[in-house]
């Protein structure tokens, strides 16, 4: 069976700090994706990125980074310099197995930036 | 680009009741699905569809029916409404099945049982 964990609920921090959104996994198959979603208060979710278990570059995208590792089953999401527009539910996602992209989500993690 | 669009946004019934949830897309995906969305609990997939004429369940789909007659549109059904569906729906869909693929997501209903 598939689970994705994110142990924190909610964090609050002041624009401009640094802040790592945690995630960790559990899957039994070798091939698999990871993702992460953004749901802005208007409550649509929203891509933001992609992994294969494969490839365990770490990403970087203007202000968000991603850091993947298969020891620790964890994909960690930073976005440096915060800013009041990040300020959303994030929800990291696992999908594995033969076939179907049935993700599974993870509990979502609140962000708040203030200004 | 409409993208996906659910009708309607915000519900309220009272136990026992039934209604239709309808989502539309129009990016011409074959995999569809409805998720429900609970605080503490992410979103949790009710039930999905790999093409026109295809239904299959997904983690939670007691209490609820979906029908994928056109390609383009998905449709949940709450028979008799119990409190405990009051939650907040996500239709999405996907060019393929394959895990690899990102979903499309509509803006979610609102809805609230009595």
């Known amino acids: 069976a598939q689970k994705v964990t994110q142990a924190q609920t909610e964090i609050s921090v002041v624009e401009k700090e640094d802040v790592t959104l945690d995630c960790v996994y559990e899957?039994?198959?070798?091939?698999?994706?990871l993702f992460w979603y953004k749901q802005p208060p208007s409550g649509e979710l929203v891509f933001l990125i992609r992994r294969n278990s494969f490839d365990e570059q770490n990403e970087i995208s203007g202000r968000y980074s991603w850091n993947f590792q298969k020891s620790t089953s964890s994909f960690n999401f930073t976005i440096t310099a915060s800013q009041v527009v990040d300020s959303a539910v994030y929800f990291c996602a696992l999908s594995a197995g033969e076939y179907g992209n049935k993700l599974v989500f993870g509990a979502g993690t609140i962000l708040r930036v203030k200004s | 680009n409409a993208g996906v669009t659910q009708t309607p946004k915000f519900r309220v019934l009272k136990t026992g009741q039934s209604m239709t949830l309808l989502c539309a897309q129009d990016?011409?995906?074959?995999?569809m699905y409805w998720y429900r969305q609970d605080p503490g609990m992410g979103l949790r997939l009710i039930h999905y569809s790999v093409g026109e004429g295809t239904t299959a369940k997904g983690e939670v789909p007691d209490g609820y029916n979906v029908s994928r007659l056109k390609k383009q549109n998905f449709l949940l059904g709450l028979e008799s409404a119990a409190p405990s569906q009051t939650s907040v729906y996500f239709c999405?869909?996907?060019?393929?099945?394959?895990?690899?693929?990102?979903?499309?997501f509509g803006s979610g209903t609102q809805l609230s049982v009595l």
């Open positions: 899957t039994r198959d070798t091939t698999y994706y």
């Open positions: 990016m011409n995906h074959e995999y």
């Open positions: 999405a869909s996907s060019y393929s099945g394959t895990g690899s693929e990102k979903l499309f």
